[in-house]
RNA sequence: GCCGCUGUGGCGGAACUGGCAGACGCCCGGGACUUAAAAUCCCGUGAUGCGUGAGCAUCGUACCGGUUCGAUCCCGGUCAGCGGCACCA
């Protein structure tokens, strides 16, 4: 019979379904497993071939997980709010909800093509109702917990998709999602105070099983560093604030920086003498979006505010303030003290102005550059602070600064509050009502969800309002609070809104007066293993620890942390090692592998394409070796088809032992590749040697979770009891492992000259013998003298030889 | 510029804790089967040189150097590529 993989797998696929193989159960005596990969968005395309590489690796695990015993939580869902689906809605005049769900259908097709063991009963979808519901009672909390707040700022403004973006969707200065111009624009909006978790969010890390670079990633993204706040006098009365990580640094402050949107510039500007310079460049620095003002990074610009002039608070010195856009109004307190001898910009800008350099840390040449070394300088011209380390310097005026009243220690964060608002139509309605006697007020807990209203167009209003502001009857409404007239809030919700608790869902994903009930978040806790793309690392992967750790807050859920494992996979390139894109024509449908070499080929492929963390090109010709070797593992099951069920052939035993020992390890830490590699192997030696039943259906099991359905074929015709995937996982037994000889290498002065055949564990004195006698070893040492001899037991021998003394 | 990662055959990639570099697969070459082809099976396959031949020798993990009996692995330096951040004081 040849291997009819088409109908094996709907076979194997329907049997699973009907016996609900791979439900998870919220209430079972075994230990719980939670295995999560980030849920697709359901694009109009349909499932990419770099979907199945996470999916299949947290297949494997899942499924090996069960084997072992486990009640493993595996599920699925659909992250379907978004601005794809809506363009295509407008587009083709169908409603957003219809192009979602026949999304849906096609991808929920093509996973159970697949063969993943989701469990079907808990798919969740973002759009649901039912499920918002839950998403805007997560952020009425967060606004009443003062966490939401509205502010006028100036937002990133994507041209085409006349919405705004969040600064994590602004990739070198174009939208990350259409590639188009992004301008600055200000808008009231939304925000989360994420800046408020900050501190947790970086200090959590430590005690989580994060891959490292996942860590790094967001604690340079979240940016913490530690300096003080000083306050220096000004000539026009005010105290201008500064904050700097190089407090110790102080007497080398020749000049000021303000950021040309500094607030107090409009209180000072009577008192300036050059007005007109100094609004010209104001204005300048308004027209440039962020990007630009980058761009121009290498070209120092800037204005003196002729008129003030600030005071060294420690050498009382009269020193001159700049604006300059090097300086950032949203950052520290927009202003800076400038030490050009010990900062490279501002080393620049006093090169480019002709400002005085002072050396207060000696170590460098602070002609030629800024000397900003912090690890061997000392201090120098710094008065009380001379011959101190920067270490201890730092702490030295720090104190005396507090003990003046003149600063403090101080830590800031680069990170950003979260701008929440969209103004689109496919997306959480925002669950507030605005009154003018009250401000702002949740609608009612009972009246959620809010749902969307059906509007003519989904188009973005021509003065950049949600479409949903033209639904007039939707948006009068009463106050919940006073009874009054109030408008509801015609802003939705991110993307990241539906992503940023889907997990907990998944726990109990029909409850109806909870988003998880408490029973089921205390039995699954929090993910155990998830795995996700390094590209979601400072956005899903933040924003959802940041809900995560509110909830807790609030009681919702028991852990701080939502995930105890974040593992990574690299991506799926083109043929030609290109990223796989529609216009270079190289995208791989997983449908067309589907067809021509069945699923469990695929899955296969996709493991054993390379290291699972790096990306790896596709290769058409290489798929191919994965289908041969399930054919050749089809041939073994017929080989030993009709033989008694006895136990391992005894030739076959440390290999057997030696492959589960390798396949079980290797799943764990992701070594897919070697995995399947030694399954090879061990297929290849079956196929010379001969093999047993038993021998076969080991290797069956073995191979389940990569190749499940031609696993659950095999077994029945070997005549397996229950199914494949329910076995317990093969074990092996160390003692099985070893062989009666090695092979060991011999080594001359350590090259390798030929190796010889020894007992396992031979005696070193033994093995020397056994080494010398070697007819290659005798030429080479002939007229020699053995000077030394290092064995490493079972693997190796080097004898160290020199010319004889005569 | 800063942070992180990676450099191994024609290709994708292996190599446990410093111990036979190139597992496994692809491609390619030769052979068997076949009227023929496909499929399958068997053999070969890092480079160079020597040898009719079994084989032998030398070189070889981006480059230069160090430590070691022994280095793809550890240390110092250089180069190249990838990813993230980017005037964050």
């Not at 499920?131 to 502010?151: D, H, M, P, R, V």
């Not at 669950?431 to 009246?447: A, H, N, R, S, T």
Request: hydrophobic share 35%.
């Amino acid at each position: 019979m040849k291997y009819d993989f088409g109908t094996i797998e709907k076979k194997w696929q329907k049997i699973w379904e009907e016996k609900k193989c791979y439900a998870a159960s919220n209430t079972s005596e075994k230990q719980k497993f939670y295995a999560l990969i980030e849920f697709p968005y359901p694009s109009g395309e349909g499932l990419h071939v770099g979907h199945p590489r996470p999916y299949t690796a947290m297949d494997i695990v899942a499924r090996k997980r069960r084997m072992q015993g486990f009640n493993v939580l595996f599920p699925i869902g659909y992250d379907a709010f978004g601005l794809p689906t809506e363009n295509y809605a407008i587009k083709h005049k169908m409603h957003p909800r219809e192009v979602t769900k026949r999304n849906i259908a096609r991808f929920t097709s093509q996973l159970k093509m697949l063969g993943y063991s989701f469990d079907w009963d808990r798919v969740i979808d973002t759009t649901d109702p039912d499920y918002y519901k839950w998403t805007q009672w997560i952020f009425i909390k967060l606004f009443e917990n003062g966490l939401a707040y509205k502010a006028k700022i100036p937002v990133n403004w994507c041209t085409s998709c006349k919405c705004v973006l969040a600064n994590e969707e602004v990739v070198d200065g174009v939208c990350e999602r259409c590639g188009s111009e992004v301008v600055r624009k200000e808008k009231s909006q939304w925000m989360l105070k994420i800046t408020a978790y900050a501190e947790r969010l970086i200090n959590d890390l430590d005690g989580l099983d994060f891959i490292e670079r996942v860590k790094i990633q967001q604690k340079n993204w979240i940016g913490r560093s530690t300096g003080a706040e000083v306050d220096f006098a000004t000539t026009a009365g005010d105290t201008l604030r500064v904050f700097t990580t190089r407090p110790d640094t102080l007497f080398g402050a020749t000049y000021m920086v303000m950021s040309p949107e500094h607030a107090l510039l409009e209180k000072w500007f009577p008192l300036f003498k050059n007005k007109e310079e100094i609004s010209a460049y104001q204005e300048a620095a308004a027209r440039k979006s962020d990007f630009e003002r980058t761009e121009m990074a290498k070209d120092k610009t800037g204005v003196e505010l002729k008129g003030v002039r600030a005071i060294n608070p420690v050498t009382g010195n009269e020193i001159p303030i700049f604006i300059s856009d090097y300086v950032l109004a949203t950052y520290g307190t927009g202003a800076i003290m400038a030490v050009p001898g010990h900062d490279e910009r501002d080393w620049e800008f006093a090169k480019k102005f002709g400002l005085p350099i002072i050396e207060v840390v000696k170590g460098g040449n602070i002609e030629e550059a800024a000397f900003t070394d912090c690890q061997t300088g000392v201090m120098v011209n710094s008065g009380f602070l001379n011959g101190l380390t920067v270490e201890d310097a730092k702490l030295k005026i720090t104190e005396w600064l507090s003990g003046k009243g003149l600063g403090e220690k101080k830590v800031n964060y680069k990170l950003r509050d979260w701008v929440f608002s969209r103004q689109r139509y496919w997306g959480e309605p925002i669950p507030l009502v605005f009154c003018e006697k009250c401000g702002w007020v949740p609608i009612p807990e009972k009246e959620l969800p809010l749902l969307l209203p059906e509007v003519e167009s989904y188009e973005t209003t021509d003065n950049g309002e949600s479409p949903l502001s033209a639904m007039k009857d939707w948006v009068e409404t009463s106050c919940p609070s006073c009874g009054a007239p109030a408008k509801r809030e015609t802003d939705t919700m991110p993307q990241w809104a539906g992503s940023s608790w889907y997990f907990l869902r998944y726990m109990d994903p029909h409850n109806s007066s909870a988003l998880v009930g408490k029973e089921a978040v205390d039995y699954w806790n929090r993910v155990d293993w998830y795995n996700g793309g390094m590209e979601h690392t400072t956005l899903h992967l933040l924003y959802s620890r940041f809900w995560h750790k509110f909830l807790y807050d609030i009681g919702v859920v028991p852990t701080s942390e939502p995930y105890s494992k974040r593992t990574s996979h690299g991506m799926i390139l083109g043929e030609g090692g290109e990223k796989m894109s529609k216009s270079r024509g190289n995208v791989v449908n997983p449908n067309d592998i589907v067809d021509e070499f069945g699923a469990d080929t695929l899955r296969l492929y996709i493991m054993f394409i390379g290291d699972f963390e790096k990306a790896a090109p596709w290769s058409s010709t290489a798929v191919k070796g994965c289908k041969r070797f399930l054919d050749r593992v089809w041939n073994l099951g017929e080989r030993v088809m009709d033989s008694p069920d006895s136990g391992y052939s005894p030739e076959n035993e440390s290999a057997i032992n030696h492959t589960i020992k390798k396949v079980g390890e290797d799943i764990e830490s992701m070594k897919f590749n070697t995995a399947i590699a030694s399954l090879m192997s061990l297929v290849n030696e079956l196929s010379d040697k001969g093999c047993s039943k038993a021998d076969v259906k080991t290797l069956v099991c073995l191979l389940s979770p990569f190749a499940p359905h031609i696993a659950e074929e095999l077994w029945e015709m070997l005549g397996g009891k229950g199914l494949c995937c329910e076995q317990p996982w093969p074990s092996y037994d160390e003692s099985k492992m070893v062989d009666a000889t090695k092979v060991i290498a011999v080594q001359i002065n350590g090259k390798l000259k030929t190796t010889v055949t020894a007992p396992t564990d031979c005696a070193d004195a033994e093995l020397t013998a056994l080494a010398l006698s070697d007819e290659k070893v005798r030429r080479a040492t002939e007229g020699m003298e053995l000077s030394k001899t290092i064995i490493v037991k079972n693997k190796l021998i080097n004898l160290i030889i020199k010319p004889q003394r005569s």
